[in-house]
């Protein structure tokens, strides 16, 4: 059974600090990795999708990197905005199927 | 990016009765639906898998009595909680399955139905 764990679960930084957010998977079978994000009482965004033949994807002030073989990905902020405040989520599809296992979140608080 | 719509973005029903939740993916066709619950401070967890034109198929511990399942079209899927208790009031999301470009997937998520049962 896929088990994502993300770490650190809680996080606060100063407003333009740069920060790295780490998600860790069991089972390395893998078609891609997604990283969202959701605001409070709100849904989820889809930030990154990362396939599982690529090494790192990036959007805006947004990278984000996989590493199957180790089952890693970390995803990277820079420039760190209050409007970042969020829980971010990292994702996997099941073993075999499409279905996602997420972990818990970080959830990231920047400071002005 | 492709859009799913839920609707209603929140509920208040009384204990014994049934509310609908709809999900919708606006600009794509969606053979696949997701539905999750997300209790206070804790992750998404997967309840079921809706298929168009099949029966759903339900995560171990979810009731398929309790939550039912319709999958109609390729753009919209229904989640309807029946006798609805206190212990039932959640934040449910669906997701939409998308297909990409080679072949692989990518799931859009709705805005979330915050659902409470009095």
């Known amino acids: 059974k896929q088990e994502v764990t993300q770490i650190p679960a809680a996080l606060s930084v100063p407003e333009g600090e740069n920060l790295v957010l780490n998600c860790s998977f069991t089972?390395?079978?893998?078609?891609?990795l997604q990283w969202f994000r959701q605001d409070p009482g709100k849904g989820l965004t889809s930030l990154l999708l990362i396939q599982s033949s690529q090494r790192e994807q990036t959007s805006g002030r947004l990278n984000a990197s996989l590493d199957k073989s180790s089952g890693r990905s970390t995803l990277y902020i820079a420039a760190s905005q209050p409007g970042d405040s969020a829980t971010y989520l990292c994702?996997?599809?099941?073993?075999?199927?499409?279905?996602?296992?997420f972990g818990k979140g970080t959830k990231l608080s920047v400071i002005p | 990016g492709a859009v799913v719509s839920q609707h209603p973005s929140w509920v208040i029903c009384k204990s014994g009765t049934s509310v609908k939740i709809e999900c919708r993916s606006l600009d794509f066709q969606a053979t696949t639906m997701f539905w999750y619950r997300q209790f206070p401070k804790q992750s998404l967890m997967l309840m079921a898998t809706?298929?168009?034109?099949?029966?759903?198929?339900?995560e171990q511990g979810v009731e398929k009595d309790k939550f039912l399942i319709n999958h109609a079209s390729l753009t919209l899927s229904t989640l309807t909680v029946t006798s609805a208790h206190p212990e039932d009031s959640s934040f449910y999301i669906c997701?939409?399955?998308?297909?990409?470009?080679?072949?692989?997937?990518?799931?859009?998520f709705g805005p979330g139905t915050r659902l409470t049962v009095t």
């Open positions: 997701s939409a399955r998308d297909l990409l470009a080679g072949g692989t997937y990518e799931q859009y």
């Open positions: 994702a996997v599809p099941g073993a075999g199927s499409y279905q996602l296992t």
């Open positions: 089972d390395s079978a893998i078609y891609n």
């Open positions: 809706s298929n168009e034109g099949s029966k759903a198929t339900y």
